[in-house]
């Protein structure tokens, strides 16, 4: 963004008359119409990198919401620029007596409309107003688009600017139309947690795992008809379907969540209360990890804060689902979940117990070949899930008995060529419970294609039985997948080290090149800042030897 202030400070001073008016001069000097050139010019740009259907970021490989920023830095040069301009407009005209005369004319009111409108953007687009009143900013973007005409309207050669703006916005509305369905979903009002999940098993296909989508609910309202609300999708494509995790953040979240709520009685179970039939917009997918390819990395590491599991949920799934086709070089998947309670997390452990027995089954299967001498060339990774619990007060109930027996996460490698790992995920587990899984799909009735699995509401794809005998201690004792629980907070940079020690240690033991480490998070900004931080801290040396270390970052937020 420095580079783009440079090139504004050039573009409006560069051959221009800079020198003070003075009445001598007639009051010409400070090039006052060169701000205002340069203003009009940078109106599509703006629009361009803000937009959804986004064609810069089709160029360069990133989703529109990963571009916001440009789009934040490049609006806020325009208006200052355009502040610039119309205040030394009006100092002129104060000094030479033609404030009234020239402040009626038609250039000056269509001047000061753009204008207002422009600064009427910038202060409702600043964090602390967007956050508590995001109807608001979107009204004033709004109106601040609508201004454009009287920029157009306001000198003569403004208008190729401002259509081309005009044009650019057009053109995302199309592609977000063209990117819309309209189709019925299920919502679940998750017991004893703030998050509403929205299942739409006729949405099978289409979009990448991180990727986000969003949503209208017509029952809503007509305002929220008119404002859609992204969320990130939980699930992996070419399973049974698009599934979304939705906290009740603010007056739409919390209306969705009573939506859900008012679902049939006969429909309460022990994981929330369901209402069928509802009707939606989805519009996307958008976004995603661009040109990284998470499924090409040895070891794949996804903290996740409250809601932030989507994220992850969506990434892990993916992983564990391709890992069947030989897709992915992963090795270790390890899904690191913060939650406030237990409560949080209650409703979700099915899922996730399903998805580690998915993980396990398969690498059972794998290890069952190797050691009857078959030659294989596909991976089995292993997903290890471990769940924080920040506020608990007795011991933890979360994880189902028969994975409490499982190895330590990050367990060491035989004969470590490097220092072994130092154990940050080695730490005090939860107590044995005797929860059994609720089947979140168990009571969806009338659904095609057909419901969800009774384990989880994800369900697995058509892709081959993994049901294998687990009989054979000796051979079973590779599995590594597992499902954890524990008091406190994650150590971020423990993680992240052993993982990345894991992995140097392998290629020793394996002979075989890891192929990076990729690290993302999601979730409220101390934990994307202490992952970034962890992954900026690692020695240079561990980097190179692990293939490299890719960050990525998911914000809930533009
Ligand atoms: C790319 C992306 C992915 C997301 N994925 C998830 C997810 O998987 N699960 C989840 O629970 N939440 C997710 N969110 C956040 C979710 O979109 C907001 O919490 C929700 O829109 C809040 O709406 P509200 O009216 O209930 O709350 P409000 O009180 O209006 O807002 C609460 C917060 O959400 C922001 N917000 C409100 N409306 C929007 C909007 N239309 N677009 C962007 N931000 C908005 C506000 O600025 C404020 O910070 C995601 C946000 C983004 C940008």
Redesign the pocket.
Known sequence: MAAFGVISIIACSYKSDLSIPTKAKNWTGWDINRTGLVCTAFIPVAVALGVRGNLVGLVIGKGY?RIKVMHKWVGRVTVLIATVHSLLYVHKWVLDGTFIKNSSSHAGITGYVAWIAMLLMFFTSLPWF??RW??L??FFHVVGILSLVMVGLHVVGAMPWVASAIALYGLSIVISLAKTRYTTAYLVALKDCQ?TLVSLPHITTGWRAGQ?VRIRVPALGVRSFL??????I?SAPDTAGLV???????????ALRALAQTGDSEDKSDVGTYKHGVSVLIEGPY?GPGNTLPASFTSIVLFAGG?GL??AMGMAHDLVERSRTGEIAARTIDLVWTVRAEGTARPLIPTLAALVDDAQAWEEKILREVSRGAQHTVRAPALRVHIYVTRADGELTLVPRRFTDTAPLISPLPSPVFPPARGGLASSSSSVSDLTLIGIGSSIKNLTPKPPAPSSYFASSSRPSLSVATDDPDTLAGVKSSLKASKGRPSVSGIVADVTDEAITRQGVELSASTGVFVAACGPAPLVDDAREACRRLPAWKRQAVGGVDYEAE????
């Open positions: 919401e967007r956050k995001h109807g900013f979107k998050m986000h404002h859609s609300h992204p969320f990130t939980a979304l995790l939705c906290a009740a953040a603010g007056d739409w979240t919390k976004g809601s989507s994220y914000f809930f937020g533009f």
